[in-house]
């Protein structure tokens, strides 16, 4: 089993900036990717930046520019998003997702954290 962790959310004024890390942990062998999406009220949950095992990084276009996805260098476990300028539409439950090979085998399997809230205040 793989537990995901996320920190770092909070209320912000626009313009400001917030950064977010999620850690796993549990039974790894490698992890092939992890994304942070994000779900409004009353809206779907939508992919805002992922980092691939290789370093292929996506962004949605409402955050290029103003969004930093990275890994720590020493962990391939821990991602970060570095959150800046800010808006009151960045507001939303933010979530932690990655693709894990749990062993040697390629299996892939996808585990979700419990989500940490971002609140931006015009």
């Known amino acids: 089993q793989v537990q995901l962790v996320e920190s770092g959310g909070g209320l912000v004024q626009a313009g400001g900036s917030l950064r977010l890390s999620c850690a796993a942990s549990g039974t790894i062998f490698r992890v092939n990717a992890m994304d942070w ?36 260098s ?3 476990t821990v991602v970060y998003l570095q959150m800046n300028t800010l808006k009151p539409e960045d507001t ?8 894990v090979q749990p062993t040697a085998v390629p299996n892939e399997y996808s585990y979700w954290g419990q989500g940490t809230q971002v609140t931006v205040s015009s």
């Not at 999406?37 to 370093?55: D, F, M």
């Not at 276009?61 to 720590?72: E, L, P």
């Not at 939303?92 to 693709?99: D, G, I, L």
């Open 37 to 72: 999406y994000r779900q409004a009220p009353g809206k779907q949950r939508e992919l805002v930046a992922g980092i691939a095992s290789g370093g292929n990084i996506n962004y949605a276009d409402s955050v290029k520019g103003r969004f930093t996805i990275s890994r720590d």
């Open 74 to 76: 020493a962990k391939n």
């Open 92 to 99: 939303a439950v933010y979530y932690c997702n990655a693709r």
